[in-house]
Every structure is written in C-alpha cells, then in structure tokens.
C-alpha cells in the first residue's frame, strides 16, 4: 500500500478554497464522543460536527451499514432505483406526516429542492404570480443562490450579482410582522422551527400555530427547513412534533446520514403530485451507500430510549450550564430545544463567542457557536453522561483562561 503523505494545518491556507478558517490542530480519530487530533490530543465533543454526528463518531451500526452496503453496490444514479432509498423513504414516510421523499446530498440542496416545489406547486395551481416567500431575519437555509438569498443574512447573500426576487424578511417570532406581508400572491412561508446558525431560538407555539393558520387562509405552503432540529435533535423526531404543527414540506439533512452526506425533502401527496419526470433531479440523491447509513441511523433515533435520552441529557447540560452561570456571570440566557443548546453571552463578553471557542479546543472540548454571542451545543444524542461532566469541567477551565 502507498504511504500517505504527511500533511499540516498550513496546507490548508495554501490548497483550500479561502472560505473557511478552521481551527489549528487536525482530528484525525473520533469515537463516541471523544475525538483525538494529529499530536494524539484528545477532545470531548459537543459539536458532532455542526449537529450531524448525531449517534456520535463511528457508532458501530452505522459503520457495519455502511460496511455490508459498500460491499454489495454504491451509486446507481436516478435511472435506476434502488433497495436502500425506497426503504428510507417509506421509514421516513411511516415516521412523519408526508407522503413522498426526495433525496438530495445536503441541507442547501434538500431547501432548494422545497423552494423550487413551493414554487411550482404555487404557479401550477394557483397563478403564475404567486411567487413571493415569506422568510426570516437572521435564518439559515444553505449557500446555494436560491436558499442563501432565502435566508436572511445579507453577509452570506451579497456580493454574488442579482439575486432570485420576491423574496421578503420579517422578524423572527413576529406574527404581525408576517401579517403584514402576506397576501395572496404568496407561495410559502420558510421557517426553521428553531433558528439554528442564527442563535439557537425556538419559535414560539403561538409563532408556529398563527403561521399555519395564516398559509391555509391565503393558501401558501408550510415550509419548515428541520436540516438542524431535525432527526432526534429536539427531543422528538422532528420538532414540528412539538407543536402540533401540519407542515406541507419539511426538509431535513445533517444528523440523517449520521455524519455520511445525505439530505431529504418529504412533502404531502398533494403538493408532491405536481411534478413529473425531469422537473428536478439530482446524480447522487439517494445514493445507496448514503440511504443504507440514514437507514440505520434512522433505526436507532426513532426509538423511545435515544428521543426520551435526549431530553435527560438536555437537563443535565441545563444544570451544568446553569451551575457555570451561578459562578461566572457569563450568560444571560440558556435556550432552545432538546439538544440544540444556545447559550447567550452577558453584555461584559459580547462579541466574544469566539474567543470561548477557541479556550474550549484548547482545554480538550469541541464547542460551536451561532454568532458572535452566542455558544452552542449540539453533542451526539447518545453521548454518555462521564463525557458530559468531563466536557463541562473542561469548558470551566476553558472560561477561567478567558474571564481571567
Ligand atoms: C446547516 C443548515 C443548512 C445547510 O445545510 P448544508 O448541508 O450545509 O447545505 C440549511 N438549513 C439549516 C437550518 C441548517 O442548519
């Protein structure tokens, strides 16, 4: 077998696309939630790769599935189905309230596949000019054209030439302020039911009740993007369920393939029933390798002992971080859902999310954020309870080095 190469952080500033800016060290290992870098360092995980490695780093069913599936056949493209995707599809349609699935290879591209059917659903039923979405300030939606200028951060959007039209923002949690812009002519409302990139909040029961009751009045589609608070994340499968919320489409991507790229828009029949062949497509979409992993990951999520787990675990990093709070003063709200977990900064560290990042790698412990005050925690849904005392303890000392 050929040597690899050795290979350093540097080579990323001289071979990667200058998009990202990741941290100095490089993982190399991961298990459960434990993950050790190139110098043999080892870090607790509570970023499961921005929420996808949602049963924790190389969880052994999701391995042998992968395992047996690469083993017997990996791509066949849409020319031809295969055993893997329809399985997914119908676990996904018996689990939720849709009636038809498509498979996609990210978030942005699962959003743009349930932007371009609001669309067309909207001209094909109704009226070539309903086509204004309705969408919010500070979502997050992916980095395609069309999903990038849905959601609602210019920084992301701008600069790229002329965007796709008829597309409004409103504040978050704002009913009046979509009451206002909605009208007939709108084709969807998209939401994320907690707002994950744009600090970890959840929408309010009354927020999502009085969205869908504004759609069915002006016959627009309930789009709810769940790439983040999907899958287990909130406590239940997908977090619409909390609300009691019929939404037309849902989309859903990171924490499916269990860190393996796969995404998946599910619609109801109706709304689904008015495309045909050749409207939208995708090469790899339900790929077979990438649906035999959500398969198995699907299994293991969609089960009383990992959805009810999650909500024990949040509890225990409520207390850990309410407990840090009563010593440090560092927070001024601790929020969101299940394990989606947004801790916001007093006004003494703002702007400073980063800085507490970079402490945590540096005392063993993988955190995110969601903004420049906002520190998030999206662990793996089954991380042990030693790891999350030890994670805590180490984001102590990661503090103490900042607050010091
Ligand atoms: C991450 C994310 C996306 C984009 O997913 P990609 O896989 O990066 O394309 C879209 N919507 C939400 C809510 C997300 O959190």
């Not at 399985?87 to 689990?95: F, G, P, S, V």
């Not at 939606?141 to 990038?148: A, S």
């Not at 989606?340 to 063993?364: C, V």
């Amino acid at each position: 077998m050929a040597e690899k190469s050795a290979v350093t952080r540097q080579d990323h500033d001289r071979t990667i696309l200058p998009v990202y800016a990741p941290a100095q060290f490089i993982p190399v290992k991961g298990k459960g939630s434990r993950v050790w870098d190139q110098q043999g360092n080892e870090y607790v995980d509570f970023a499961a790769g921005i929420a996808v490695t949602a049963l924790g780093h190389c969880h052994p069913a999701l391995v042998k599935a992968l395992h047996e599936q690469g083993e017997t056949l990996w791509h066949l493209s849409n020319v031809f189905t295969n055993e893997p995707a329809l399985r997914l599809a119908q676990k996904l349609i018996d689990a939720t309230f849709a009636d038809r699935v498509f498979f996609a290879n990210s978030g942005a591209e699962a959003n743009e596949a349930a932007f371009k059917l609001a669309r067309y659903y909207a001209a094909h039923r109704h009226s070539p000019y309903k086509s204004k979405i309705i969408a919010f300030h500070n979502a997050f939606h992916g980095r395609t054209f069309f999903t990038v200028t849905v959601g609602g951060q210019p920084k992301y959007s701008d600069g790229f030439g002329p965007k796709p039209a008829d597309i409004v923002h409103v504040p978050f949690n704002d009913l009046d302020a979509v009451k206002a812009v909605i009208d007939d002519h709108t084709c969807a409302i998209v939401v994320e039911p907690v707002q994950g990139e744009g600090g970890v909040t959840p929408a309010t029961q009354e927020f999502m009740q009085g969205l869908r009751e504004l759609c069915d009045k002006h016959q627009a589609l309930l789009v709810l993007d769940e790439v983040q608070s999907g899958m287990g994340r909130s406590g239940k499968l997908f977090s619409y369920m909390h609300y009691g919320v019929k939404p037309d489409i849902i989309t859903t991507a990171k924490a499916l393939g269990g860190g393996f790229p796969v995404s998946a828009m599910l619609a109801t029949e109706e709304v689904a029933s008015v495309m045909e062949p050749g409207k939208h497509g995708s090469t790899y979409g339900g790929n077979p390798l990438a649906c035999a992993v959500a398969g198995a990951a699907l299994d293991i999520i969609n089960t009383p002992e990992v959805l009810s787990g999650v909500t024990e675990r949040r509890e225990k990093f409520i207390q850990a971080l309410e407990a840090i709070n009563e010593e440090f003063g560092l927070f001024k709200a601790v929020r969101g859902q299940g394990l989606l977990i947004g801790a916001e900064l007093a006004d003494t560290y703002k702007n400073r999310a980063g800085d507490f990042l970079k402490a945590a790698a540096e005392s063993g412990l993988m955190i995110l954020v969601a903004g420049p005050n906002v520190i998030r925690f999206a662990p793996s849904l089954v991380i042990e309870f030693a790891d999350i005392s030890e994670g805590m303890e180490r984001f102590k000392q990661a503090i103490r080095k900042v607050v010091a």
